[in-house]
């Protein structure tokens, strides 16, 4: 993704990838707010209402709630070029089910609820903006349940390295083993046999 630093070239970013008019483009830079985050910073705790919607410039953000036994499921992760927010709290209003939490130093644009509405009353593309928001939350939620219900956890972690093998180089075992819905143990054991399984191919083909 393009480098993303002034509400200006966000603006910019949004006008290019949804066809935003003049005029749309000052109503962004007119709504968003520039928002610097460091490392473990809360944006949202669980139980608060969500009325902020956040674009992720730069940086790692996720949503995590906590089971029944107390440990952390990770829902989402959230790197560059992405939005995120709390959907069925940002929507209806309500108290959220999960907490949002940066995993590294970074920057975001958001824009306040009551922003929103306005925005995308005024501005047809921004309708548009939030409709892919929506589809992509949607195919997400479908294709989650079916990796997380059908998957074994040495098919979970080869999925997911072979998806995010950059992404992962930033995230703890911990978090991503939350994320598979493993233990850290089962995580580093499978890991340890995608190493192994790499490392046997290489010297068989250059004995």
């Known amino acids: 993704m393009q480098n993303i630093s002034t509400i200006p070239e966000f603006a910019a970013f949004l006008r290019e990838n949804f066809d935003l008019t003049q005029e749309e483009e000052n109503l962004t830079q007119k709504y968003f707010e520039k928002q610097d985050i460091k490392k473990n910073e809360i944006l949202l705790n ?4 969500c009325n902020k919607l ?3 410039a730069k940086g790692l953000l996720r949503t995590f ?5 107390g440990s952390e499921f990770t829902r989402l992760v959230v790197p560059e070029g992405k939005f995120c927010t709390i959907l069925i709290s940002f929507q209806e209003k309500i108290s959220s ?3 949002i939490q940066a995993l590294e130093n970074g920057l975001l644009f958001s824009i306040s609820l009551d922003n929103f509405q306005e925005f995308i009353s005024r501005s047809t593309n921004a309708k548009n903006v939030y409709t892919k928001i929506l589809e992509d939350y949607q195919n997400f ?8 219900t059908t998957l074994t956890p040495q098919e979970k972690v080869e999925q997911f390295l072979a998806e995010n093998l950059e992404l992962e180089k930033r995230i703890s075992d911990r978090v991503i083993s939350s994320y598979l819905q493993i233990t850290p143990e089962t995580y580093s054991r499978c890991k340890k046999k995608i190493t192994s399984w790499f490392q046997s191919m290489f010297f068989n083909f250059f004995p």
């Open 46 to 49: 669980i139980g608060e209402k």
């Open 141 to 148: 939620q479908i294709s989650r349940l079916e990796f997380l």
């Open 97 to 99: 089910p999960a907490t």
């Open 54 to 56: 956040y674009f992720v």
């Open 65 to 69: 709630h906590l089971n029944k036994n």
